[in-house]
């Protein structure tokens, strides 16, 4: 079955720097890779997927990037503010099957 | 209106006990989950729910069975609770399985004594 790794479990930037978030999977047959914030105390809610056929998406100052021959994808960040402190999963699945989440990266933003 | 809703949001109780998580989504969805958060945030699925079709993780234990009345509602109950069972249980839905987004409950926090 598919396996999603995660690095790096925890995170701490500056206010205005940028964050990275990787992800890593073992079934070439994934091809969908959703990203999920989850606020302390919150439920996980979506920000941001991306589907095999594309490369990179971009939402705002979030933007998703896959690499499909080394299978791996990444979230980026950019001019992180305090409010975007949380917990992210990646995740990943086949498209007939429930996703498969990563452990999680703890993401703090210093002001 | 909630998506998708779980009741109750605290439940406390003694090891040996039988308790019931209650979900319900209002989005049409066909498929439906039950994940156990730990207290070191992994989110670990339980069971999906597709079109009356149970896919369980062969790794829970079958003191948790999920009760699923219609297509709307997904409900977890548990036997003979262990301190192990203590975690955050969020029940989740998609329009489908697989490639579409999970829309999340508020979470149930089950603390075991």
């Known amino acids: 079955g598919e396996n999603v790794e995660q690095h790096p479990s925890t995170l701490s930037v500056q206010e205005g720097d940028s964050a990275v978030i990787k992800c890593t999977y073992s079934?070439?047959?994934?091809?969908?890779f959703p990203w999920y914030k989850q606020e302390l105390g919150k439920r996980p809610q979506l920000i941001i997927d991306?589907?095999?056929?594309?490369g990179e998406k971009k939402d705002q100052r979030i933007a998703v990037t896959l690499n499909k021959t080394a299978k791996h994808f990444s979230l980026h960040i950019t001019e992180t503010q305090p409010e975007d402190s949380a917990v992210y999963f990646c995740?990943?699945?086949?498209?007939?099957?429930?996703?498969?989440f990563g452990k999680g990266t703890r993401l703090s933003v210093i002001a | 209106d909630t998506a998708v809703s779980q009741t109750p949001k605290y439940l406390v109780t003694q090891m040996g006990n039988d308790k019931s998580i209650k979900c319900e989504q209002n989005?049409?969805?066909?498929?439906m989950y039950w994940y156990k958060q730990d207290s070191k945030k992994f989110l670990k699925i339980m069971f999906s729910?597709?079109?009356?079709?149970?896919?369980i993780n062969e790794t829970v234990p079958n003191r948790f069975s999920p009760k699923s009345p219609d297509k709307a509602h997904l409900n977890l109950h548990i036997n003979s609770l262990e301190l192990g069972d203590s975690a955050v249980y969020f029940c989740?839905?998609?329009?489908?399985?697989?490639?579409?987004?999970?829309?999340f409950g508020p979470g149930t926090r089950l603390t075991v004594l």
């Open positions: 989740a839905s998609s329009p489908s399985l697989g490639r579409a987004e999970q829309f």
């Open positions: 079934d070439s047959a994934s091809n969908y």
């Open positions: 991306i589907r095999s056929n594309v």
């Open positions: 995740a990943a699945n086949t498209g007939n099957t429930p996703l498969v």
């Open positions: 989005l049409g969805h066909d498929t």
């Open positions: 729910y597709n079109n009356k079709e149970l896919i």
